[in-house]
């Protein structure tokens, strides 16, 4: 017999055939197509080798080798094993505005490395000085590099981990540009600038390291329609924004549907206490519903509900006060719809200490809340006073400099107060000339007007804080303000997102769409969303088209 050579990894199986009535040896070689798999995802050893021992990627492990096959039979090969592009991260390049913007996003990548050119350490050098919130993120990002650098056992060549300091949130590296490159800009395009400087590094990624997707990403969108001109793949950053679609967002309504005491009222419960009535229901839709979620279904038999509790597919239900009576007026004032409704039994509930009010121009937002604060503040004494501030952002050119106080320069964007505060004194009929004076006195004593930029490290106690035009505002901007509260402080955001001044806000962006969806769902918070306009025909017919 010839001896047969075969591999150790073949293995024998026996079979009986009719050859002489003997039993003969085929030898069948494995398949190791789990293993396979596995190697070829990176999550498993190659059969009959010891583990391998991996190591941390760094730029030069996506250099392009001379050994690698560029003809149709190797393109073909790769594609069935998988192309080695997919199996590396990506490589953000910041734009300084970026960083400038959120200074934390360093952090925000993920499993991505993040590269950053050395322009963009020098516009952040640039624009460190000043009291702006651009100065100040600059030094807080100039801040969060210096610690990452600064860290013992750094190797900025080969990356430096960013999870230590992302609390394990981000996993990739930060690479800096340690050495010039050599980026070849169209002639069009002059090498001076910082813009053309960064482009210029993004060519040069791209071409060394060819198997790594290199992505821009920038504020700027200038910046990132020259990058898409010269080929190269630019994003916007996408990380401040709370919702992509506003319509998504938090209404703090729900409509019931029409067979929801069908498919609910099996073993319901329901008693009355404190004038209201309660139902204790089990269903599938309980598990969708939030605390202090407003349920409502129109026809014969209305209900008005708020969601009180809520536990696995139980919800309790208790009914709201019906403010459109004018039994239940509220500083002559009742509801015109049913979201105004909903929106003075958040007002006037001692127990949410958070609401946020969000509605067309029109809708009734500043004077709802007014009234809520003039009826706690001068007949329940439930708070000593109210306080009420906003954004000084012009809508066209600014007038300069205002002379006087603080009030007295506050005064000029306090057009809606004074406005609703005329309807308001206007609702006591009987009161008289002198009945009126007295109350508008009255009225103006108990109401504070502040400015946003004395805010930092004040305590309010026992006030009635109005936020007004809070779509204005920025994330930081607003935690600032509501960490303001003390004990017995009630705080009110009013705002329509589709009337943003303030730069580089977005309606997916804003301070006031980002506690709305951070703050529903919580026991001492409500919302709810103004759907319709009672300013005027004109005004609501306006608010519509235009």
């Known amino acids: 017999m010839r001896a047969v050579r075969r591999h150790e990894a073949e293995k024998p199986v026996r079979q009986t055939g009719a050859r002489c009535g003997t039993k003969y040896v085929r030898h069948q070689p494995r398949r190791f197509a789990g293993a396979r798999v596995a190697r070829r995802k990176g999550t498993g050893p190659r059969p009959g080798c010891p583990p391998i021992r991996a190591k941390p990627m760094t730029l030069d492990d996506a250099r392009p080798t001379s050994s690698e096959p560029s003809n149709a039979h190797a393109m073909a090969k790769t594609s069935r094993k998988g192309t080695r592009k997919a199996a590396f991260s990506k490589l953000f390049v910041l734009d300084t505005n970026v960083l400038m913007h959120d200074p934390s996003s360093l952090f925000r990548f993920e499993e991505h490395d993040v590269y950053v050119p050395m322009m963009t350490l020098e516009e952040l050098d640039n624009n460190k000085k000043g009291m702006t919130e651009v100065a100040r993120n600059a030094r807080q990002a100039s801040r969060f590099l210096d610690q990452i650098v600064s860290a013992p056992q750094t190797d900025i060549e080969q990356g430096i981990p960013l999870a230590p300091f992302s609390g394990e949130a981000a996993t990739g590296r930060l690479f800096l540009q340690t050495s010039a490159v050599s980026g070849e800009l169209p002639a069009g395009l002059p090498g001076s600038t910082g813009d053309n400087q960064i482009l210029g590094v993004m060519l040069h ?101 708020m969601v009180k509790e809520r536990v696995g597919n139980m919800a309790l239900l208790q009914t709201v006060r ?225």
Request: glycine letters at 8%; charged letters at 25%; aromatic letters at 8%.
């Open 322 to 546: 019906d403010y459109t009576h004018a039994k239940n007026n509220v500083w002559g004032i009742t509801a015109r719809n049913r979201e105004q409704n909903f929106a003075l039994n958040l007002l006037m509930n001692p127990d949410v200490d958070f609401v946020t009010l969000l509605g067309q121009a029109g809708s009734g937002k500043t004077l709802l809340t007014l009234a809520a604060g003039l009826t706690q503040v001068l007949e329940e004494k439930r708070y000593n006073e109210i306080i009420m501030t906003r954004v000084t952002v012009p809508v066209g050119e600014d007038i300069g400099f205002l002379p006087g106080t603080e009030e007295e320069k506050m005064t000029p964007w306090m057009g809606a107060l004074e406005d609703n505060l005329d309807v308001l004194n206007k609702t006591d009929d009987d009161a008289g000339e002198w009945g009126r004076a007295a109350t508008q006195d009255l009225i103006r004593s108990r109401i504070k007007i502040k400015s946003l930029n004395f805010m930092r490290g004040r305590t309010f106690i026992n006030k009635f804080l109005i936020i007004d035009e809070a779509q204005n505002l920025t994330p930081k901007q607003m935690k600032t303000l509501i960490t303001r509260a003390g004990p017995g402080t009630k705080v009110v955001c009013l705002g329509n997102i589709a009337q943003i001044d303030t730069p580089y806000l977005t309606e997916g962006s804003s301070g006031l769409t980002y506690v709305v969806d951070r703050f529903k769902g919580w026991a001492h918070s409500g919302h709810v969303t103004l759907m319709r306009g009672e300013r005027s025909r004109l005004a609501d017919h306006a608010a519509e088209i235009l």
């Open 205 to 305: 990624l791209s071409r060394q390291y060819p198997q790594r997707e290199v992505v821009l990403v920038s504020k700027d969108i200038n910046m990132r329609i020259k990058a898409r001109a010269l080929g190269l793949p630019a994003e916007d950053y996408y990380n401040d924004k709370v919702l992509e679609d506003t319509d998504l967002l938090y209404t703090g309504t729900r409509p019931l549907p029409a067979d929801f005491w069908e498919t609910h009222g099996k073993g319901m419960e329901s008693w009355q206490e404190g004038g209201r009535t309660y139902y204790r229901v089990r269903g599938p839709l309980c598990k969708e519903l939030l605390i202090n979620e407003f349920v409502y279904q129109e026809g014969e038999r209305p209900l008005y509900a």
